[in-house]
Nanobody
C-alpha cells in the first residue's frame, strides 16, 4: 500500500533553515508528481510546492525564493529545503501524492519558527 513518511521538522529561530524529507513506498515513485502542503492551527491546508516526475517545480508565492523542493528517485524520497524561515511558516507539513483519483497523505511533521 502507499506510504508517505515525513521527517525533519522541529523548532527553529526566525531566519533559520530546515530540510524536510518524505520517504515514499508502495507505488512507482519516479512516475509521479510529489507535493508538499502545510496546515497552520485554525487554517485550511495549503499548497507549498510540487515537483513533477521530470523535476519541474512549482511554488506557492509565499515560499518562492526561500523553499526548494527536490527528489531522489533512487531513494524514493522528496525533500523540502526551507531557508529564511518566518514565524508564519509555522505549521504541520504534509507530503502528498495523487494516484489516479486518490489523494495520499503522510502523517505530517511539525515545523515551529519562533525565537
Amino acid at each position: 500500500q502507499v506510504q508517505l513518511v515525513e521527517s525533519g521538522g522541529g523548532l527553529v529561530q526566525p531566519g533559520g533553515s530546515l530540510r524536510l524529507s518524505c520517504a515514499a513506498s508502495g507505488f512507482p515513485f519516479r512516475r509521479y508528481t510529489m507535493s508538499w502542503y502545510r496546515q497552520a492551527p485554525g487554517l485550511e491546508r495549503e499548497f507549498v510546492a510540487l515537483i513533477t516526475f521530470f523535476s519541474a517545480t512549482t511554488y506557492a508565492d509565499s515560499v518562492k525564493g526561500r523553499f526548494t523542493i527536490s527528489r531522489d528517485n533512487d531513494k524514493n524520497t522528496v525533500y523540502l529545503q526551507m531557508n529564511s524561515l518566518k514565524p508564519e511558516d509555522t505549521a504541520v507539513y504534509y507530503c502528498n501524492v495523487v494516484i489516479t483519483t486518490n489523494n495520499y497523505w503522510g502523517q505530517g511533521t511539525q515545523v515551529t519558527v519562533s525565537s
